[in-house]
């Protein structure tokens, strides 16, 4: 079992009640937001950390806890949002609008110190959020923003890839990922403000490559500051458990990328 973090709520609402035993427990439902955070001693940085679950769960052990841990090694602060899903019931017998979860987030960021440089980290579902962290003007040092096969912009309505995909349950949802389709040309308020590191499988069927490859066209276009990594055997949801591939390097990767950013 992983230590236990400092819990702080965010928003109204009962307590959440979670699915499962460690290191695979979830979130079916998420009834307030929350911030679990987990600290080190004398912090170089901090992260805000992002669990996919498609916005109708939260994997909050594989792609939430077991992130923070990992950051905690390399000297940074982790916070792990545990944030409200679009079209879930509220309590009060309406259910969360489509941005409820980047309310959250604005609303962790302002539980954190200002006087850390800051990093979004989101796996999935997480990623995309993430990116649309970054795309926040905030009062926040935020160095950059690490992505991994997150559906960044191949789920809004007309752009999906493959062409004719079902649009998403619950309709907030899908309106979510029209209203931010991440790294899209002609789509300049989805750009994201800072540096970002991506991470993908190169034959996900979850999460098609063009989601990233979208990004970096775009990139390449507008000189941003991304770097890109593709995995060709990975499978979708690698997280940090996938260690037979070549996709096992990418946390060094990434903590290296870090690194050039403090």
């Given at each position: 079992?992983?230590?236990?973090?400092?819990?702080?709520?965010?928003?109204?609402?009962?307590?959440?009640?979670?699915?499962?035993?460690?290191?695979?427990?979830?979130?079916?439902?998420?009834?307030?937001?929350?911030?679990?955070?987990?600290?080190?001693?004398?912090?170089?940085?901090?992260?805000?950390?992002?669990?996919?679950?498609?916005?109708?769960?939260?994997?909050?052990?594989?792609?939430?806890?077991?992130?923070?841990?990992?950051?905690?090694?390399?000297?940074?602060?982790?916070?792990?949002?545990?944030?409200?899903?679009?079209?879930?019931?509220?309590?009060?017998?309406?259910?969360?609008?489509?941005?409820?979860?980047?309310?959250?987030?604005?609303?962790?960021?302002?539980?954190?110190?200002?006087?850390?440089?800051?990093?979004?980290?989101?796996?999935?579902?997480?990623?995309?959020?993430?990116?649309?962290?970054?795309?926040?003007?905030?009062?926040?040092?935020?160095?950059?923003?690490?992505?991994?096969?997150?559906?960044?912009?191949?789920?809004?309505?007309?752009?999906?890839?493959?062409e004719g995909k079902p649009d998403y349950p619950p309709v907030e949802k899908q309106d979510f990922y029209d209203d931010w389709p991440?790294?899209?040309?002609?789509?300049?308020?989805?750009?994201?403000?800072?540096?970002?590191?991506?991470?993908?499988?190169?034959?996900?069927?979850?999460?098609?490559?063009?989601?990233?490859?979208?990004?970096?066209?775009?990139?390449?276009?507008?000189?941003?500051?991304?770097?890109?990594?593709?995995?060709?055997?990975?499978?979708?949801?690698?997280?940090?458990?996938?260690?037979?591939?070549?996709?096992?390097?990418?946390?060094?990767?990434?903590?290296?990328?870090?690194?050039?950013?403090?």
């Open positions: 079992m992983a230590n236990s973090p400092v819990s702080t709520a965010l928003s109204s609402g009962a307590a959440n009640a979670i699915e499962g035993e460690w290191p695979d427990q979830r979130f079916a439902l998420v009834s307030r937001a929350e911030l679990w955070s987990y600290t080190v001693t004398a912090p170089r940085a901090q992260a805000l950390v992002y669990a996919g679950g498609g916005y109708t769960s939260l994997f909050i052990d594989k792609e939430g806890v077991e992130v923070a841990l990992w950051l905690n090694s390399l000297g940074i602060d982790a916070h792990v949002l545990v944030h409200r899903l679009p079209g879930q019931p509220d309590g009060k017998g309406d259910v969360h609008p489509k941005d409820i979860a980047l309310i959250d987030g604005l609303t962790a960021l302002r539980h954190l110190p200002t006087t850390l440089p800051l990093f979004h980290v989101g796996l999935s579902s997480g990623g995309h959020l993430a990116g649309v962290m970054a795309c926040q003007t905030v009062d926040a040092d935020v160095r950059g923003a690490i992505i991994a096969y997150a559906p960044l912009n191949a789920n809004h309505r007309r752009h999906k890839y493959p991440i790294g899209l040309s002609g789509h300049p308020h989805a750009i994201p403000k800072v540096p970002v590191f991506l991470a993908y499988a190169l034959t996900d069927t979850s999460v098609p490559i063009q989601h990233a490859l979208r990004f970096i066209e775009t990139a390449a276009v507008q000189k941003l500051d991304v770097d890109a990594h593709i995995f060709g055997q990975a499978p979708h949801g690698f997280a940090l458990r996938s260690t037979t591939g070549s996709e096992a390097s990418w946390p060094t990767l990434a903590a290296d990328w870090i690194e050039r950013r403090l």
